[in-house]
């Protein structure tokens, strides 16, 4: 590599580190939340990797269980006894 191209090499690490400063800044200024809805990027990055820490025979499972009118309303009973005190009685986390 000669000298010139050096000087490219430097330019380029400089803009990524200015970058990256400037990201970093961002992202600290904002500070963190569990709050926050997340960003496309997060919300992308975390499915990805909840998806690899499900094993793959458990992501392939099929539910044993056919659904029918009967076996769904046991099945909302049931939730509603023993789930719903925590996940609210439709799921959604709030009592
Ligand atoms: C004592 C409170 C409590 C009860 C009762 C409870 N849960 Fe949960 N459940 C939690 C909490 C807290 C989490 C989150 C755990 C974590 O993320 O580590 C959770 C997580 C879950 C998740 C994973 C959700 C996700 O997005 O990953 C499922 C599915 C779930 N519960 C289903 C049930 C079912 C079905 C029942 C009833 C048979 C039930 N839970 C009863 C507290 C409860």
Redesign the pocket.
Known sequence: MNRGNYKYLILIVLIAVAGVSLWGWTVLSRGFSARDEPGSTEAFVAGRM?RMAIPRTARDAKNPVAASPEVISGAMK??AD??????ANDGAGKR
């Open positions: 909840r049931h939730f023993h789930c719903a005190i925590c996940h």
